[in-house]
């Protein structure tokens, strides 16, 4: 059974930061390309940063210089780092894995909320 646990998510005040979390079981996490989403209320959601099975990294242009994502292939599970966090970073963030081929496995976490407010 694959599992994606997301953990870290809380209350902020402005400039703060948190480290989110993704605990991933039930697949061979090395071979897959991890991912951060969010979605805030009445909006879609939206990749915040990816990073594939070598290590490149991607990030959407709100997030630059401000978050970090990370992976340890040993202790299967993918980090986000997330500093000088503003109200507008307020979202559940959700822990995706996916893996391309002849048939696409995407696997999503339950999601953690974030809430940044003074």
């Known amino acids: 059974q694959v599992q994606l646990v997301e953990s870290g998510g809380g209350l902020v005040q402005p400039g703060g930061s948190l480290r989110l979390s993704c605990a991933v079981s039930?697949?061979?996490?090395?071979?897959?390309?991890m991912g951060w989403y969010r979605q805030a209320p009445g909006k879609q959601r939206e990749l915040v940063a990816g990073?594939?099975?070598?290590?490149?990294?991607n990030y959407a242009d709100s997030v630059k210089g401000r978050f970090t994502i990370s992976r340890d292939n040993a202790k299967n599970t993918v980090n986000l780092q997330m500093n000088s966090l503003k109200p507008e970073d307020t979202a559940v963030y959700y822990c995706n894995a996916v893996r391309r081929g002849m048939m696409t496995q995407s696997y999503w976490g339950q999601g953690t909320q974030v809430t940044v407010s003074s």
């Open positions: 039930g697949i061979i996490f090395s071979t897959y390309v």
């Open positions: 990073i594939t099975t070598g290590g490149m990294t």
